[in-house]
């Protein structure tokens, strides 16, 4: 039995008509992912973007060293949205991110481990344990990525720590760099380039796009070459250097970045609470236990 709430949610994420979603999730036996790819296949509807699953609370943030030889994006999350505007909390994770620059960790386990750098007698683990027990929330520093350059590093913040972007380039400057960070923050490139896009990835798409000029009526000889066509588009997606470029739709991120004699080497972007769950409070439920009922 597929129930309303599971319409509603595929609904939302996929933009398409409550019939639909029933009508998918029905002969995929409630399986979502399965019915957005169904979906997709009918051309109904876009792949819901992992983004739509983000739910954690906490901050996103990035420390640049003053030469940009060296960048770090680092997310801790915590309980609720209230500590990432507690002053405190704030201050944390900017230590974090200035201790992941300075002392190189390569995992979040040798990070805990570590000497903090903003208490010299404590570990950084020891550290937040006593940030959990002063602020009164429960915290952890999720994921980090540094990196170290002969070029130039440049990093953006959005949304007040919703967002943070690192990008590390060939030549160039600051003002391009920036540039490139902002596109990374708006417009979700998953990738740098075709290459580097794994093949299972690009044959599952073609599946998809095949199957969509199929239900559209093509001849199978004529739906090969759509897909061909097609697959373009998918690439100008998720590609960073393939993507229009958000200040000038004209112009494609690669060839502006070679117009100024530059070459993007690589790029991270972090996005609070991406892939996690956020857990949902009840409170009825809540009060009835601590009533004992």
Not at 56 to 68: D, I, M, P, W
């Amino acid at each position: 039995m597929i129930s309303a709430e599971q319409v509603k949610q595929l609904r939302e994420k996929t933009g398409a008509g409550m019939m639909d979603c029933k009508k998918v999730l029905t002969e995929t036996n409630g399986d979502e992912e399965k019915a957005i790819e169904l979906l997709r296949e009918r051309g109904i509807a876009k792949a819901a973007k992992k983004s739509d699953r983000i739910a954690a609370e906490g901050l996103v943030t990035t420390y640049v060293t003053e030469n940009q030889k060296v960048g770090v994006v680092v997310e801790v999350n915590a309980e609720t949205d209230f500590v990432a505007k507690n002053e405190e909390f704030r201050t944390f994770v900017n230590d974090v991110a200035k201790q992941v620059a300075e002392k190189a960790p390569s995992t979040v386990e040798e990070l805990l481990s570590q000497t903090s750098i903003a208490e010299p007698d404590k570990t950084v683990q020891d550290v937040l344990t006593n940030k959990i027990a002063t602020i009164g929330e429960n915290m952890s520093i999720r994921r980090f990525e540094r990196f170290e350059t002969n070029g130039l590093i440049e990093s953006y913040i959005h949304g007040d720590g919703k967002i943070g972007v690192l990008v590390e380039l060939e030549g160039g400057n600051s003002e391009l760099a920036k540039d490139v960070c902002m596109q990374i923050a708006a417009a979700r490139p998953e990738y740098l380039d075709r290459e580097a896009v794994p093949a299972d990835r690009v044959e599952h798409e073609m599946e998809i796009l095949k199957a969509q000029a199929v239900n559209e009526g093509k001849p199978e000889a004529v739906a090969e070459k759509i897909v061909q066509g097609r697959i373009g588009k998918f690439y100008g997606e998720i590609c960073l250097v393939e993507q229009d470029f958000v200040k000038d739709p004209d112009q494609k991120v690669g060839k502006l970045v070679e117009s100024k004699g530059a070459k993007i080497i690589r790029f991270v972007r972090f996005e609070k609470g991406e892939g996690l769950q956020k857990r949902e409070e009840n409170f009825a439920e809540e009060v009835a236990k601590q009533m004992g009922k």
